[in-house]
């Protein structure tokens, strides 16, 4: 499995499509989401193409704009509802990158969801709800596993401090080389200047503490799993 590219993947209204985005702020990635590309080529949108061409017709679009994104690198995907469903596109993405279910309660997927057409799949509860159900099966592949319950909320939590926490959970169920991609990121970004006056040091010496204790992480890290490229040169 390639460290430098992530599938979101989960049932209709899980967030994907969001969640990719803050994700890929969050990595400094591109962001893809099959269903914008798969509409931006057939100039129509996925409910049209259900309509007017059927299913089959639009699963092997989705197939086809998935083969185009193998080569990809330093990329996180948001999936289709039923991508990963299909056996073909599952064995594709497990093996080209880090795949993380969009775990979510069907309640949560009903209320945000409605059954006007937007959605082909949904229109019927009941159908809908088999349909779940079915292709949890296929989610429960995936080793990675961002989990939402159906608790109450607190009004006070807002919708960005939902889809973080949601990144949160991604980026901590990652393999072990993407979440040192992830750190190493962050610790670039850091302003050494802030850092450096509030030890009473310059910021050329505050980051050489800063990097001296990722190698320390680093050096613990190696002791239970294998990298394969340096983190700190």
């Not at 269903?35 to 017709?57: N, W």
Request: glycine residues 8%; hydrophobic residues 40%.
């Amino acid at each position: 499995m390639n460290a430098d590219k992530i599938y979101l993947v989960g049932f209709m209204g899980a967030g994907k499509t969001t969640v990719a985005r803050a994700l890929g702020r969050r990595l400094g990635w591109r962001v893809e989401d099959i269903d914008e590309r798969i509409e931006a080529r057939e100039r129509r949108s996925v409910a049209t193409i259900f309509s007017q061409s059927g299913e089959a017709y639009f699963r092997q679009q989705e197939r086809q704009v998935l083969s185009d994104l193998l080569p990809q690198r330093q990329i996180v995907v948001a999936t289709g509802g039923g991508t990963f469903a299909e056996p073909d596109n599952r064995a594709l993405m497990l093996a080209d990158g880090a795949v993380v279910w969009l775990d979510v309660p069907l309640t949560r997927v009903f209320e945000r969801v409605p059954a006007d057409g937007r959605r082909p799949l949904a229109a019927d509860r009941a159908q809908m709800e088999q349909l779940y159900a079915r292709r949890r099966l296929a989610y429960a592949a995936v080793g990675v596993a961002s989990r939402e319950t159906d608790e109450e909320r607190p009004d006070t939590v807002t919708v960005s401090q939902e889809i973080g926490a949601a990144v949160d959970q991604v980026v901590s169920g990652l393999p072990l080389k993407q979440r040192l991609a992830f750190l190493q990121r962050k610790v670039h970004g850091l302003d050494y200047d802030a850092i450096g006056r509030s030890l009473e040091c310059s910021a050329e010496t505050a980051r050489a503490h800063v990097f001296q204790a990722l190698r320390k992480v680093r050096r613990a890290l190696e002791g239970r799993e294998l990298i394969g490229k340096e983190f700190v040169s």
